[in-house]
């Protein structure tokens, strides 16, 4: 799957992950990834891949940052160890990876 998004507004948000969330893999889901009812204000769906539950003072921090950001979007984060089974089935079946783990 491709992400929908300009290669200026990646570099933003992978920047902004880098930051948050370093060593863990974030996947984006949703329409900017199936590209369904897609317009220019259509929010990113990202999920934080990671064994436990992140803290919410992680998740708010990070949040804060993309609300700092210059993105002409809203990005959503959700945090994986949170999520009901069902949900991550689903993102695992449309996703694209926009952080990867570097493996050691």
Do not use: N, Y
């Amino acid at each position: 799957m491709a992400l929908c998004i300009e290669s200026d507004h990646l570099e933003t948000v992978q920047r902004i992950l880098a930051l948050h969330f370093e060593g863990l893999e974030v996947w984006a889901h949703g329409a900017r990834v199936t590209g369904v009812d897609l317009t220019p204000s259509t929010e990113l769906e990202l999920v934080v891949i990671a064994e436990s539950p992140l803290s919410f003072e992680v998740m708010t921090t990070a949040e804060k940052a993309f609300v700092d950001s210059d993105l002409p979007f809203r990005v959503d984060i959700m945090d994986w160890a949170k999520l009901p089974e069902s949900l991550q089935k689903q993102i695992k079946k449309e996703h694209d990876v926009v952080q990867s783990v570097e493996e050691s």
